[in-house]
C-alpha cells in the first residue's frame, strides 16, 4: 500500500506540475506580483488546465496525506521527490525548457541529497 | 525588496525586479510548505482513525484543527507557487524548492521526535549544493520579457 500511495502521489505531482508551468507561464509574469497573485484563486476555475492541475494535485495530496500516516515524514516528503526526474525530462521535452549541463548536474545533485534523506 | 505594485499592468517586470521577486516567491512557497506539512502530519499522525480507503475518515481528519491550517497554508502555497511559475521555469523551480526536502527532515526529528540517520546531513549538503548549481542558470529560458504581452504569448514556445 506504502508503494502504491507513493506511485500515484509521483504520478499526480508530474501532471500537475506540468499543466501548471504550461498554464502560468502563457499567463506571464505580471501575475507575480501582489495585486497578481490576488488573482490567481479567480484565475484556477477559468482556466481549463489549471482546472485540471488542482485535480491532479487533490489526487497526490489525500494520497500523501495517507502515505504520511503510515510511514513517517522525513520518509514520504523525500521519497515523493521521485517525481523529480520525471519532471525534469517532461520539462526539457514537453515544455521546452532549456536544461543545461548545469541544471542537469543540480538536479541530480538534489536529487542524490533527497535519496540520501530518505534512509 | 522588491516593490510590490505594478504601475502599468500590461507591461511586464524589469528584470532585476523579476529575479528578486523570484527568491521571494521561492522562500515563501518553502516555508508554507514545510510548515504545512508539519501541520498536517501533526493532525493525521493524532487522529484515531487509518485513512486510505474510507473517504468518511477523510471528511472527519478535516475536522482536526492541524489538518485545517496545515490545509490552509497548502493553499496559499498553491498560489504562491503558481505565481512563482508564472516567471520561472519548472526545471528551475523543483530543484531550488528543494530546500523544503532538508526543512522537512528537520521538523520531523525536532517536532515529531522522528530519527532521522546520521547520513541527513550528507544529503542535505548535496541538496545545497546542487540548489546552488541549479541557481546560478537562468530563471526562465522559455520566454522572454519583450514576448509576455501581445497575443503570440501562447505561440513562443513552439517556436522554439
Keep these: ?119 | 525588496m522588491p516593490e510590490l505594485e505594478v504601475t502599468d499592468p500590461s507591461r511586464s517586470l524589469p528584470a532585476a525586479g523579476r529575479a528578486a521577486r523570484t527568491y521571494l516567491l521561492l522562500a515563501a512557497f518553502v516555508l508554507l510548505r514545510a510548515f504545512g506539512n508539519l501541520c498536517l502530519a501533526w493532525g493525521t499522525k493524532h487522529f484515531p482513525e487509518t485513512l486510505g480507503g474510507n473517504p468518511w475518515a477523510y471528511l472527519r481528519v478535516l475536522l482536526n484543527p492541524f489538518v485545517t491550517l496545515g490545509i490552509v497554508m497548502m493553499i496559499v502555497a498553491i498560489v504562491v507557487r503558481l505565481a512563482l511559475l508564472a516567471v520561472a521555469d519548472l526545471s528551475y523551480v523543483l530543484p531550488m524548492t528543494a530546500i523544503g526536502y532538508v526543512l522537512a527532515a528537520l521538523f520531523g526529528s525536532v517536532f515529531l521526535h522522528e530519527v532521522v540517520s546520521a547520513q541527513h546531513w550528507t544529503g542535505t549538503v548535496l541538496i545545497f549544493a546542487g540548489v546552488a548549481l541549479v541557481s546560478s542558470t537562468s530563471q526562465n529560458t522559455t520566454q522572454n520579457t519583450t514576448q509576455l504581452h501581445g497575443n503570440s504569448a501562447g505561440k513562443e514556445r513552439k517556436s522554439r
Excluded: N
Excluded at chain 1, 508530474?14 to 508551468?21: C, E, F, K, R
Design chain 1, 1 to 119: 500500500m506504502t508503494w502504491i500511495l507513493l506511485s500515484l502521489v509521483v504520478v499526480a505531482t508530474a501532471l500537475s506540475d506540468l499543466l501548471q508551468s504550461y498554464e502560468m507561464k502563457k499567463t506571464g509574469d505580471q501575475v507575480a506580483t501582489a495585486s497578481g497573485m490576488a488573482k490567481i484563486p479567480a484565475m484556477i476555475f477559468h482556466k481549463r488546465y489549471l482546472i485540471l492541475s488542482i485535480l491532479c494535485l487533490a489526487v497526490s495530496f489525500f494520497a500523501f496525506m495517507a502515505l504520511v500516516q503510515r510511514t513517517t515524514l522525513s520518509f514520504a516528503v523525500p521519497a515523493s521527490a521521485a517525481s523529480f526526474v520525471v519532471e525534469t525530462i517532461l520539462a526539457r521535452f514537453v515544455l521546452g525548457e532549456y536544461v543545461g549541463p548545469r541544471r542537469a548536474a543540480g538536479v541530480l545533485l538534489v536529487l542524490g541529497g533527497v535519496v540520501l534523506l530518505a534512509r
